[in-house]
C-alpha cells in the first residue's frame, strides 16, 4: 500500500513513527519489546532468523533486522525508542546507533554533538532551497488544511 | 542508555562534560528545597517501557499508590519507588473526564527515566523522594501526539482539579521532554537553540500563541523528537497567563540532544484572596534522554 501524503514527508533524513507505520511495523516493535528479557535476548542470539518467525514480520521486515540496517527498519514502521533495545542486546550504546544511522563514525558523531549538533540550515526541507536570509522556512500554503490551524 | 541517567548512577555528575549540565540545575533544586510542595504532577512519556505498541494512551493518568522504576533493559534504574496520590489523582480524574479530556486512568505502572530522570534533577538523589508524585504520560512517541493546544487546555482542566479539591495543596507542575532533539535517521543529531530559545521566551510570555504551534514545525525545526516538547504546554496551561519566569538554564548538548530548563511561578501568591491553589509552578525540562 502507498503511503498517504503528510506535510512532515517532506523533512529531510526522518521517518516519522505515525500510525500508518505503528500499523505497518507492530511485528518489528513486538519484536524488540520482547528483547527487554534476558531469556529472549539469549533466544533470539542463538538462533536470529527462527527467533524472528515468532513475530508478524514481512521478508523486507526480518531482513532489515538481520543486517541491522536501522534506517531501513524505522521506514518499515520500527520506531526508534523499540530499535534502540536491539542496539542494546548488541551491546552498542545509543550514540553508537545514532553515528551509525547517519552514516557517521561514533567519533565524529560525538564530536559534531560537543560542537553544538547538526544545524537545522540546510536540513529543514527536502524540497525547498535553503533560506540564508530567513530564520524559518514554513510551509504555508502547502495545503489548505494546514494553513488553516496557525492560530 | 538515557545520558543524564546513566551519569547520574554511574556517579559521573562531576565531569566535566557532566558537569556542565547538572550546575545548571543547583538553582533549581536550591528552588524545589524552597518551595516544599506537597505534590508534584509530572508530565512526562513513557520510552516503550510500561507502554509497548499493545495499547498507546494518549494521556495516562497514573492513580495508583505507587510506581516502580521500570527495568529499561539495563535494570531498574537506582531511584527510590515514586509514591502517588491517589485521592488527588483519583480526583483530577473523575474532574477532568467531566471537562472532556478522555484520560486513560492507570492503576498499575512503572515508570522510566522520562520521570525519574527530571526528580533527579530537581530533588537530587535523596533515599525518599520529598513528597507524593502524580505521572501524567503523554504519547509522544507515535505520530500524532496531542495537540499543544489539547495539552495547554488539559492544563486548566487540572488546576481547575487541584483548586476544587477539600484540602489547599502546593503544587508544583513538571512538564519534561524535547528540547531539541532528533536520535533517528539520517537527520539525527539535530540541535536548533534559536528555535529552543524562542520556545522559552514565548513559553514565559505568550503561551496560548505558541500552544498552536503545529506539530510539523517542531519536527522541522528542532527535530523529529523535538515533538515531545508539546508536553510543556500542560504546564503552562495550569499556570495563570501571566508569570514570573524565575529561572532559565540552557545548554547543549547532553549526549544527544539539548537540554533546556525553565521555573515559573504565578504571580499572585500569598495575596490572600480566596482560596486560589497556589500553584509554583514549573517546569522542568529536560533533556535529554540518550
Given at each position: 500500500?502507498?503511503?498517504?501524503q503528510?506535510?512532515y514527508?517532506d523533512i529531510?533524513?526522518?521517518?516519522v513513527?505515525d500510525a500508518e507505520r505503528?500499523?505497518?511495523g507492530?511485528?518489528i516493535?513486538?519484536f524488540?519489546?520482547?528483547l527487554?528479557?534476558?531469556?529472549n ?6 538462533n536470529?532468523?527462527?527467533?524472528l518467525k ?6 523486507e521486515q526480518s531482513?532489515?533486522?538481520l ?11 520500527g520506531?526508534i525508542?523499540?530499535t ?8 552498542h550504546s545509543?550514540?553508537h546507533?545514532a553515528?551509525l ?5 561514533q567519533?565524529?558523531?560525538a ?9 537545522v540550515?540546510?536540513?529543514?526541507s527536502?524540497?525547498k ?11 504555508k500554503g502547502?495545503?489548505k488544511?494546514?494553513?488553516?490551524r496557525r492560530? | 542508555?538515557?545520558a543524564i541517567g546513566?551519569?547520574?548512577?554511574n556517579?559521573?555528575t562531576e565531569?566535566?562534560y557532566?558537569q556542565r ?6 538553582k533549581s ?7 516544599k510542595?506537597?505534590?508534584?504532577i ?7 517501557s510500561?507502554f ?7 494521556f ?8 516502580p ?5 539495563w ?10 496520590h ?8 473523575q474532574?477532568?473526564?467531566l ?6 486512568i ?11 530522570v527530571?526528580?533527579n534533577l530537581?530533588?537530587?538523589?535523596p533515599?525518599?523522594w520529598p513528597?507524593p ?7 509522544v512517541?507515535m ?11 488539559l ?5 481547575k ?6 484540602e ?5 507542575i513538571m512538564?519534561?521532554?524535547?528540547m531539541?532533539?532528533?536520535i533517528?535517521?539520517p ?6 537553540s534559536?528555535?529552543?530559545k ?7 510570555k505568550?503561551?496560548k500563541?505558541?500552544a498552536?504551534?503545529p ?5 522541522r ?16 496551561g495550569?499556570l495563570?497567563d501571566?508569570?514570573n519566569?524565575v ?7 547532553a549526549?544527544n540532544?539539548?537540554?533546556g ?12 484572596k480566596?482560596k ?6 514549573r517546569?522542568a525540562s529536560r533533556?535529554?534522554?540518550?
Amino acid at each position: 500500500m502507498t503511503r498517504a501524503q503528510h506535510d512532515y514527508d517532506d523533512i529531510p533524513g526522518t521517518f516519522v513513527f505515525d500510525a500508518e507505520r505503528s500499523r505497518q511495523g507492530y511485528g518489528i516493535n513486538m519484536f524488540c519489546m520482547s528483547l527487554m528479557k534476558d531469556a529472549n535476548r539469549k533466544a533470539f542470539k542463538a538462533n536470529e532468523a527462527e527467533y524472528l518467525k515468532k513475530f508478524p514480520l514481512t521478508a523486507e521486515q526480518s531482513a532489515a533486522i538481520l543486517k541491522r540496517d536501522y534506517n531501513r527498519m524505522l521506514e518499515l514502521g520500527g520506531n526508534i525508542y523499540f530499535t534502540a533495545k536491539l542496539g542494546a542486546t548488541d551491546g552498542h550504546s545509543f550514540q553508537h546507533l545514532a553515528a551509525l544511522m547517519t552514516g557517521s563514525t561514533q567519533d565524529d558523531y560525538a564530536k559534531m554533538m560537543l560542537a553544538g549538533g547538526r544545524s537545522v540550515e540546510g536540513n529543514r526541507s527536502k524540497t525547498k532551497k535553503p533560506s540564508p536570509g530567513k530564520a524559518k522556512s514554513k510551509p504555508k500554503g502547502r495545503s489548505k488544511k494546514g494553513s488553516k490551524r496557525r492560530g | 542508555m538515557p545520558a543524564i541517567g546513566a551519569a547520574i548512577d554511574n556517579g559521573k555528575t562531576e565531569q566535566p562534560y557532566w558537569q556542565r549540565v547538572f550546575a545548571g540545575f543547583e538553582k533549581s533544586k536550591a528552588w524545589m528545597a524552597k518551595a516544599k510542595p506537597d505534590l508534584v504532577i509530572g508530565v512526562y512519556n513513557d520510552h516503550a517501557s510500561a507502554f509497548s505498541v499493545e495499547f498507546i494512551p494518549t494521556f495516562a493518568l497514573g492513580c495508583a499508590a505507587e510506581f516502580p522504576p521500570a527495568d529499561e533493559g539495563w535494570g531498574p534504574r537506582p531511584v527510590p519507588v515514586v509514591k502517588g496520590h491517589p485521592e488527588m489523582a483519583s480526583h483530577i480524574a473523575q474532574s477532568v473526564i467531566l471537562d472532556e479530556f478522555d484520560l486513560t486512568i492507570v492503576n498499575k505502572m512503572e515508570v522510566d527515566h522520562g520521570l525519574t530522570v527530571p526528580m533527579n534533577l530537581m530533588f537530587g538523589s535523596p533515599k525518599e523522594w520529598p513528597c507524593p508524585v502524580i505521572p501524567l504520560a503523554v504519547n509522544v512517541v507515535m505520530y500524532p501526539p496531542p495537540t499543544g493546544h489539547r495539552c495547554f487546555m488539559l492544563g486548566r482542566a487540572i488546576r481547575k482539579a487541584v483548586e476544587s479539591y477539600p484540602e489547599d495543596l502546593r503544587v508544583v507542575i513538571m512538564g519534561t521532554g524535547g528540547m531539541s532533539h532528533q536520535i533517528s535517521g539520517p537527520r539525527a543529531g539535530l540541535i536548533n537553540s534559536k528555535f529552543d530559545k524562542a520556545f522559552l521566551d514565548n513559553l514565559t510570555k505568550n503561551p496560548k500563541k505558541l500552544a498552536r504551534m503545529p506539530h510539523v514545525e517542531y519536527m522541522r525545526e528542532a527535530g523529529a523528537e523535538g515533538i515531545e516538547m508539546v508536553m510543556w504546554h500542560v504546564m503552562r496551561g495550569a499556570l495563570d497567563d501571566k508569570v514570573n519566569e524565575v529561572y532559565r538554564f540552557y545548554t547543549v548538548p547532553a549526549s544527544n540532544t539539548a537540554v533546556g530548563h525553565i521555573i515559573l511561578e504565578n504571580r499572585r501568591r500569598a495575596a490572600g484572596k480566596g482560596k486560589s491553589a497556589r500553584k509554583p509552578a514549573r517546569k522542568a525540562s529536560r533533556r535529554a534522554r540518550r
